[in-house]
């Protein structure tokens, strides 16, 4: 849908753009396994390791040629993971969630696995769907975050906005996350189309402030028939409400919605 911006809206879409494309606030080294690129590290982040504790969990971290290079017995995805459980223990991993998310090469093709709370302090790329549920009117429904959620607790979201994991397809994590987030079936709501892409690359907060996110979300929109209401089955969203668009774009501007969501929403919008 195309809306005529503003200059107040106009400024406030390049800094969210600049908030989602920002270099590391420290140097960051390519992160390898079996001589793929996977993610990057922060310089001292092996040390805060220590080669002990990595060396009691089976691998090693060993810097070649400005890259650093994951060692050990196994495969990928039993390395990789087994430097998850290292981070967990010490402290350098991001929330928990037993689920494992896709490791790609540069081409996308998937070479591993590895816990969700490992991917920001790697630096490993994500993958992520957003959902914009649309009234017959024209209004939307939109999601606050549960206070106990790891990132941007009780900010407010799209729909339903959530990874894809490994075991998903992209139709099924947003089959998945809409029925999760939101109580709705994909096959009961109208208009169901592909939106587009946004993309983040910025630093995280996980790991102590080593984080950094990259994450290409695919969104989506889809019409929420007025018989259908919004309710929430994994206890990760507080409450639903309707918005008229005008409602949507102050609460937008206010700083209302996780940055994830103003760029999905601004996109919807096409501004």
């Given at each position: 849908?195309?809306?005529?911006?503003t200059?107040?809206?106009?400024?406030?879409l390049?800094a969210?753009q600049?908030?989602?494309?920002?270099?590391?606030l420290?140097?960051?080294?390519?992160?390898?396994i079996d001589?793929?690129q996977?993610?990057?590290?922060?310089?001292d982040?092996?040390?805060k390791?220590?080669?002990?504790l990595?060396?009691?969990?089976?691998?090693?971290l060993?810097?070649?040629?400005g890259?650093w290079r994951?060692?050990?017995?196994?495969?990928?995805?039993?390395?990789?993971n087994?430097?998850?459980?290292a981070?967990?223990?010490?402290?350098?991993?991001?929330?928990?969630?037993?689920?494992?998310l896709?490791v790609?090469?540069?081409?996308?093709?998937?070479?591993?696995t590895v816990?969700?709370?490992?991917?920001?302090?790697?630096?490993i790329?994500?993958?992520a769907?957003?959902l914009v549920?649309?009234c017959?009117?024209?209004?939307l429904?939109?999601q606050q975050?549960?206070?106990n959620?790891?990132?941007?607790?009780g900010m407010w979201?799209t729909?339903m906005?959530?990874?894809?994991?490994?075991?998903?397809?992209?139709a099924?994590?947003?089959?998945?996350?809409t029925?999760?987030?939101a109580g709705?079936?994909?096959a009961?709501?109208g208009?169901?189309r592909?939106?587009?892409?946004?993309?983040?690359?910025?630093?995280?907060?996980e790991?102590e402030g080593?984080?950094?996110?990259?994450?290409r979300i695919?969104w989506?929109?889809?019409?929420v028939?007025?018989?259908?209401?919004?309710?929430?089955?994994?206890?990760?969203?507080?409450r639903?409400?309707?918005?008229d668009?005008?409602?949507?774009q102050?609460?937008?501007?206010?700083?209302?919605?996780?940055?994830?969501?103003?760029?999905?929403?601004?996109?919807y919008?096409?501004?």
């Open positions: 849908m195309k809306q005529q911006t200059p107040p809206q106009q400024q406030w390049q969210q600049a908030m989602a494309s920002r270099h590391p420290r140097l960051r080294q390519p992160l390898c001589e793929q996977i993610g990057s590290i922060e310089a982040f092996a040390r390791l220590g080669a002990d990595l060396a009691a969990h089976g691998i090693a060993r810097l070649q040629a890259q994951l060692e050990g017995q196994g495969g990928a995805t039993d390395k990789l087994r430097l998850a459980q981070m967990r223990s010490a402290g350098l991993a991001g929330a928990w969630r037993n689920e494992q896709a790609c090469d540069a081409q996308g093709r998937q070479l591993a816990e969700r709370g490992a991917v920001r302090p790697l630096g790329a994500t993958r769907v957003h549920g649309v017959a009117d024209g209004a429904w939109v975050r549960a206070e959620k790891a990132n941007n607790p979201d729909l906005g959530g990874m894809v994991s490994a075991a998903d397809s992209l099924e994590a947003l089959a998945r996350e029925w999760e987030e709705l079936r994909v009961e709501l208009e169901l592909h939106g587009g892409e946004v993309v983040f690359a910025r630093p995280s907060d790991a080593q984080g950094y996110m990259v994450e695919d989506f929109s889809a019409l028939p007025d018989a259908l209401r919004p309710a929430n089955q994994d206890g990760e969203v507080q639903f409400e309707r918005l668009l005008a409602e949507v102050s609460w937008m501007l206010q700083g209302y919605f996780t940055p994830e969501a103003s760029l999905v929403l601004a996109a919008m096409d501004w």
